[in-house]
């Protein structure tokens, strides 16, 4: 029976739309990128200014590129071939507009805070609680939008590419709002929920599975779509995008602890997290086979065409990320490459390869469509595609090496016995030739860059652009047919598909914390744990505001190399009062976790005004504006209120005498710089330094750092 | 609001993880068996849904595997 055609439109404007503001933002993301990436071979590059110095730069590079680049095109692809695959124009224009708008108002808001040193700390997630609640709403809105479409479709099935899409909606939610959790002092400032061990758990529960669902599964399901409309032909194995879907998100979710190898994590969570880590290969290389077995017969069309270049590029990129991965979940490997300059590399090849090279592939294959011409050149899309990929490999090949240089120095023992470079500049010093080979890398990617820029407007330039596609297809028949198997109903069934979805992604997420959050064992109570006093407390503030955790852990781990170069490894307790937890990822810098009582007073007060005063070679900024700034404690009780809702063990009423005790531990520490050393800054840089500057509550809780369990001097090695 | 230790009168907690465990073992099993299973035809079908009514695509298959 012929069935009466529907006549319909594609909205294409929104798309457009996502494409602009992506290109727009993945320059901005990519430039900040290298500024960042030139800093760390020229420190001044941070200008003195508060606002372009690494710590606070490094989040908005970060963000820019995940949420403002890969975010933006992920919504492009996603709306563009949501209508197509369901057979119906998009739930709401107003849901759309909502969403767009929403979006780039919550990347300015972003793009303001983070310069201004407002920032939750926690990787990917810094954005204070009100930009949280936004992102909240806006992806609310991006969700009804997106399953308002699924019901009204004509098509009877559902296509894999979307059973992707639904994924990362509802898991990206789940991660968002549970990380998030926060009880806020001010419209700026609030701690964490959850501290400590806990806290660190939650956080890269969140950090793995934003990469899994933020930068995987929505580009998986636009593989599954745009590499089949590039190649021109289905799917190599349909089946094995099934088994593909279902097995990564039920595994992805578990993996979060192989951030926290080794660290004060409970051994049987990194345990899990290894494990599922490695069960991780097979669905990511299923899905990396399928895509590229799509290809098969059709390599010819590849030699030709620079869309299909990228595509191959993205998705062994993906292959090869997604192999690496599970490699460094080992613990063995993992000891080498934490904190080392192999996880950048690792985490560049994923975004520039996998994310970077399939986003231009789709904007390359979107606008000649959506502007009814030709690509304005393809030579240029080619060179693009040759400039881009050396990019990569100058980019990783050089942090490969820095990331080896790193672990093969800081374990590097000599005939006695002792730390071979006692001096953590030693290594720096090796890695300054790699981080510019590195910058080369990052500005012939962006060169590419700038070349598909040149190559989309002019294309844009030359067509005429279809707002609105005219589509037909029959309206959607209501056939059941009886003995269908169940995943086929399924498959007609978007809700209940979300629903399962949704209970794969959070059984694993809820298996990894009750038991923490549960068995008091798992985090061993030591007496000997205070709480930080208010001026350590607006220190720690400080320490978060200026983005320290970027380049410098608070985490050492039982390794002799490391307990010989810092001192006593870190105890899950010490960490109980910690909202948020500072543990960081990344040792640009030594690590600060013994730091307390380690060096005078007088040497802080110098290395943070610049600190080639005390170590000639380092790559550290200067921070000359906390000799200057004075420190706001109008917050302090609120803070220590904060607290205490917290569980923070603070006496009943101490808020009320917080500001007391803060001024009188602002004499104490103010009291124990020499007065030589004022008198050389007064007479070196005509600076006065006053007690309530906000050098010395830094100071201060640098000197606490890590000094509750410290054992005396004597019975450790001192070499750092 | 403290958040330590809230779950702790949950009884007999550790039986979750098995659960769970066993829920989706069956779940795969389930899935690898349909996956095999099914209808060489319906599945075919469902793959060459992004390639279906695009007038600019001719649909040229060479693929035949589902």
Redesign the interface.
């Known amino acids: 029976m012929q069935q009466q055609l529907e006549t319909f439109k594609y909205d294409n404007r929104i798309v457009r739309n996502f494409v602009y503001a992506s290109v727009l933002f993945a320059a901005i993301g990519m430039l900040v990128g290298l500024l960042a990436a030139l800093q760390l071979v020229y420190p001044s590059l941070n200008l003195n200014l508060p606002f372009t110095t690494f710590g606070r730069i490094r989040p908005l590079h970060t963000n820019a590129v995940i949420f403002a680049f890969v975010g933006n095109a992920m919504f492009a692809g996603i709306y563009y ?1 949501l209508q ?2 369901l ?1 119906a124009p998009l739930f709401s224009r107003a849901l759309s507009e909502f969403h767009f708008w929403g979006w780039q108002a919550i990347i300015l808001a972003a793009a303001i805070t983070l310069p201004m040193g407002l920032t939750s700390s926690k990787e990917y997630a810094e954005l204070e609680w009100p930009i949280d609640i936004a992102i909240a709403l806006v992806w609310v809105a991006f969700g009804v939008n997106m399953i308002g479409t699924i019901l009204k479709r004509r ?1 009877e ?1 559902i ?3 979307i059973w992707f899409y639904l994924a990362t909606w509802v898991t990206v939610a789940m991660l968002h709002i549970v990380n998030s959790l926060a ?1 806020p002092v001010s419209l700026t400032k609030s701690y964490s ?3 400590g061990v ?1 806290d660190a758990l939650v956080q890269w529960w969140y950090g793995h599975n934003a990469v899994a669902f933020f930068l995987t599964t929505p580009y998986l399901g636009l593989m ?2 745009f590499l ?2 590039a190649a ?8 094995l ?3 593909h879907f ?2 990564l998100i ?1 595994l992805y979710i578990w993996a979060g602890p192989h951030h926290l190898l080794y660290t004060a994590l409970p051994d049987w969570a990194q345990s899990l997290g290894t494990v599922f880590s490695i069960m991780l290969i097979a669905p990511s290389w299923g899905g990396m086979v399928n895509g590229l077995m ?1 290809l ?2 059709a390599w010819d069309k590849v030699r030709e065409d620079p869309i299909l270049k990228f595509m191959v590029v993205a998705v062994t990129a993906y292959g090869m990320a997604t192999l690496e991965g599970p490699m460094l979940s080992l613990k063995n490997v993992n000891a080498i490459s934490h904190f080392t300059d192999w996880t950048v590399a690792h985490v560049h090849v994923g975004a520039l390869g996998w994310n970077g090279f399939l986003s231009f592939a789709m904007f390359y294959w979107l606008l000649p ?1 959506m502007f009814n011409t030709e690509l304005y050149s393809k030579r240029l899309a080619n060179i693009h595609f040759w400039i881009g990929t050396l990019g990569i490999i100058f980019y990783a090949v050089p942090m490969y090496w820095a990331g080896w240089t790193q672990a093969s120095m800081w374990k590097q023992f000599d005939e006695a016995g002792a730390l071979q470079y006692k001096n953590f500049l030693d290594t720096v010093t090796q890695l300054k030739p790699l981080y510019m080979l590195r910058a080369v890398g990052g500005t012939l990617y962006i060169t590419g860059f700038f070349v598909m820029v040149y190559n989309l407007w002019k294309t844009v330039a030359q067509g005429k652009f279809v707002a609105e596609e005219a ?3 029959p309206a959607r028949g209501h056939q059941t047919t009886a003995n269908e ?4 109903v399924l ?1 007609r069934r978007p809700m209940q598909l979300l629903a399962l979805s949704f209970v ?1 992604v959070a ?1 694993g997420g ?2 990894e914390f ?2 923490t ?2 068995i ?1 064992s798992n985090i061993p109570t030591l007496q000997a744990v205070k709480p930080y006093t208010p001026l350590e407390l607006e220190g720690r503030d400080i320490y978060i505001r200026e983005g320290c955790n970027n380049c410098h852990s608070q985490m050492v781990r039982p390794f002799r190399s490391e307990t010989a170069r810092y001192g006593e490894y870190s105890k899950a307790g010490e960490f109980v009062y910690d909202h948020p937890f500072l543990w960081g990822s990344k040792r640009t810098g030594p690590d600060l976790h013994r730091e307390g009582g380690l060096r005078n007073n007088d040497w802080h007060f110098k290395h943070m005004y610049d600190p080639t005063i005390t170590s000639e070679q380092s790559i550290m900024p200067r921070y000359p504006w906390l000799y200057t700034s004075k420190l706001d404690a109008s917050l302090t009780a609120a803070k220590i209120r904060a607290m205490q ?3 923070v063990p603070y006496e009943k009423g101490f808020d009320q005498v917080a500001g007391e005790a803060l001024a009188k531990q602002q004499e104490d520490v103010y009291g124990a710089i020499s007065k030589e050393t004022m008198d050389k800054f007064q007479q070196t840089f005509g600076l006065t330094v006053g007690k309530d500057a906000e050098i010395i509550a830094l100071i201060a809780y640098l000197q606490r750092l890590g000094t509750d369990i410290k054992t005396p001097p004597s019975a450790q090695s001192t070499t750092r | 609001m403290k958040f330590r230790h809230y779950l702790e009168t949950i009884a007999g907690v550790d039986i979750y993880p098995l659960i769970s465990l066993l829920i989706f073992f069956v779940f795969f099993l389930a899935l690898l068996v349909y996956v095999v299973r099914a209808d060489k035809k319906s599945v075919f079908q469902m793959k060459s849904i992004p390639l279906d009514g695009d007038a600019d695509m001719p649909q040229t298959n060479n693929n035949t595997r589902s």
């Open positions: 071939s197509r695959l057979k098509t099935h296509y894999v590419a009880v929920l959850y501290a806990q599954y779509y089949v409309k021109n032909r289905p799917v190599f194995s349909y089946r995008s099934i088994v279902w097995s039920f799509t098969r017969g469509r589509a037909q297809a198997f169940w995943h086929r498959e794969a059984i809820i298996i009750v038991p959050f549960l008091k809702t917290l569980g």
